[in-house]
């Protein structure tokens, strides 16, 4: 059967464990989560000396995995065969080569779960998938896309029993980006850190994730939108001192992602905080501020404002000027938005 990886992974942590798992995608989050839940689920601790084997692509070839697989557990009722880094097996891309694998497949010990982690996206229309998807699970561990990205910050903090802002998700969400494992990573991490009635808010996500409280991208796509040029220009000063911490492309990112929404307002025919959110894909909460940026930037200045953080993004890799200074390129580009 196929199954996403959170099916994949409840049915695990329920011990409802099938005899064979073929993981694979290109978000190593979840394949590193399965494999995980398969180590602590499969074989009970007193067990896993001789009855537990965590084996690496590199070392392996096919014919390996298969022998593995073959054998009998020790007094005990099933052994657990964990092939991580499975791109890397000798063979395992091989019609022929894999040919013993996919044998191995269509008839599995029952005693063994045999558990394939492939890093990367393996075609599922070739055989050696579809002989596991027959006798145990398919699981794709698809890369998120970035507009799902928030919702999967306020499941996965729930899911740990605790609570979290909406400032605070969009602040996870922009500065760390498309990286569940380190977006989890903070996570947990701020959750040590706090008591079991306190919520992650935005001054906790500065606290523990790094953020300067006052001179941070956040702060400053802040300023911009509501077009004070005081305050952006000094923010703009502290980022551009201090790049190792704000690195020029990731301010380019955050900026870009922003005007580029304030398009889709300037173009939305409900231009109400609820037709915005729902145009946008947001909480509502955050509608009010493109609003703003909407007010204080014409549909004609925001195209402006997309092709100068284009400039700046050339500018930033050498394309057209040739090495160019990141503290003035941000300078520079904070001039042009505001004016």
């Known amino acids: 059967m196929t199954a996403t990886p959170e099916q994949a992974l409840k049915e695990i942590r329920q011990k409802k464990i099938q005899p064979l798992y073929f993981i694979h995608g290109d978000e190593p989050f979840y394949i590193e989560q399965l494999a995980d839940a398969l180590e602590k689920a499969v074989v009970p601790e007193s067990e896993k ?3 537990q084997f965590v084996v690496f692509g590199k070392d392996l070839e096919v014919g390996a995995v298969v022998n593995y697989a073959r054998r009998f557990p020790f007094m005990a009722e099933r052994q657990l065969v964990l092939v991580k880094e499975a791109q890397q097996v000798a063979g395992i891309d091989n019609k022929d080569k894999n040919a013993l694998l996919e044998q191995y497949a269509l008839n599995p010990l029952p ?29 794709q561990s698809k890369k998120m896309y970035d507009n799902k990205l928030p919702d999967w910050v306020a499941e996965y903090i729930r899911s740990r029993g605790a609570k979290v802002s909406p400032k605070a998700i969009q602040m996870l969400v922009e500065y760390i980006g498309n990286d569940l494992k380190r977006i989890a990573s903070e996570v947990d991490k701020m959750l040590f850190n706090l008591t079991v009635a306190e919520e992650i808010s935005a001054a906790v996500v500065e ?34 001192a201090n790049p190792k911490e704000n690195p020029l492309p990731q301010v380019l990112i955050i900026l870009y992602n922003f005007f580029s929404k304030l398009l889709i307002v300037h173009s939305s025919r409900d231009k109400s905080e609820a037709g915005v959110a729902a145009a946008l894909g947001i909480n509502a909460f955050f509608a009010k501020d493109y609003l703003l940026a909407a007010r204080n930037y014409n549909l004609w200045h925001t195209v402006q404002i997309i092709s100068a953080l284009r400039q700046a993004d050339n500018a930033s890799k050498g394309i057209e000027t040739g090495a160019a200074n990141s503290d003035a390129i941000l300078k520079e580009l904070v001039f042009k938005i505001l004016h």
């Open 49 to 51: 000396s001789f009855n």
């Open 111 to 139: 005693s063994t779960v045999l558990a394939i982690c492939f890093q990367g996206n393996f075609d599922a229309r070739k055989s050696l998938p579809k002989s596991f998807e027959k006798n145990g699970v398919l699981v």
């Open 207 to 240: 606290k523990y994730v790094g953020i300067s409280k006052e001179y941070n991208v956040f702060e400053l796509q802040k300023a911009l939108t509501q077009r004070d040029v005081l305050k952006a220009n000094r923010i703009a000063n502290y980022l551009a």
